[in-house]
């Protein structure tokens, strides 16, 4: 036994989400070769078992409590750093084709190493999303996964374009989300999405949006102007 499988399981049993004891080592051993890489380059800064356990596994399976992710599904996690939310969700959901996607080589290369090594079926890919979005990823996704990437309006455009049409951008958002989705419905309407499900998680909730009609062609735009100039 340990304070991060505790944790997990625990965390697991109250939510309703089905799991094995095969899941709960596999989670386990991720988060040892995460801690082990973060002595040598940041990858994140949550380093207790227990927070790990709360903040980086169960948080993320959470997902699988609110939204229906049909078998098979292609899914991409958006900036993935160490590999969360996406690993998770994959360890708990075995079926899906998952791709992690970020800008930084040594998280990528960290992805690949770890999933290989513990023999999890998983793509990591370096690149921007907003490149991803125009080129061969644009609508190639049942559902796109992030979290604390940017805030929702910017995440949606970067997002959006990489989702089928009537699929879904879950987006792990802290205590600010009520702002954050306010200050979001021109790049909803813009986008061609609206919103399904907001379900607390931790201090912050898990948004739902579901993708109801392709978006234009301009979008996602370079970086900096949708930074500069967000919908």
């Known amino acids: 036994m340990s304070v991060f499988a505790d944790t997990l399981r625990f965390r697991l049993e109250e939510a ?12 386990e051993r991720y988060f ?21 356990a709360e903040r980086h596994f169960a948080d993320a399976a959470m997902l699988l409590k609110f939204c229906r992710i049909p078998r098979g ?4 996690d958006v900036g993935a750093g160490a590999g969360f939310p996406g690993i998770p969700v994959k360890i708990f959901r075995p079926d ?29 890919v370096c690149g921007r999303a907003e490149e991803a979005g125009r080129g061969a990823f644009r609508e190639k996704f049942d559902a796109a996964l992030s979290r604390a990437v940017a805030p929702l309006g910017i995440l949606l455009e970067l997002c959006a374009p990489l989702v089928r049409v009537g699929g879904v951008v879950a987006a792990w958002k802290g205590a600010s989300y009520p702002e954050e989705l306010e200050r979001s419905r021109g790049a909803l309407k ?12 931790g201090e912050g909730a898990i948004i739902l949006i579901n993708k109801q009609k392709a978006a234009p062609d301009l979008y996602p735009r370079r970086y900096a102007r949708i930074k500069s100039s967000p919908l």
Do not use: M, W, Y
């Open 16 to 27: 309703g989400i089905p799991f094995c004891e095969e899941q709960i080592g596999l989670c």
């Open 190 to 201: 813009t986008l061609g999405c609206d919103v399904s499900g907001v379900f607390p998680v």
């Open 32 to 52: 040892a070769l995460v801690a082990e890489a973060n002595t040598r380059f940041n990858l994140t800064r949550i380093a207790g078992e227990k927070e790990a």
């Open 73 to 76: 599904a292609r899914v991409i």
């Open 96 to 124: 899906i084709e998952l791709t992690l996607l970020d800008s930084a080589g040594k998280k990528t290369d960290f992805i690949k190493k770890a999933a290989g090594a513990l023999h999890i079926e998983a793509h990591a």
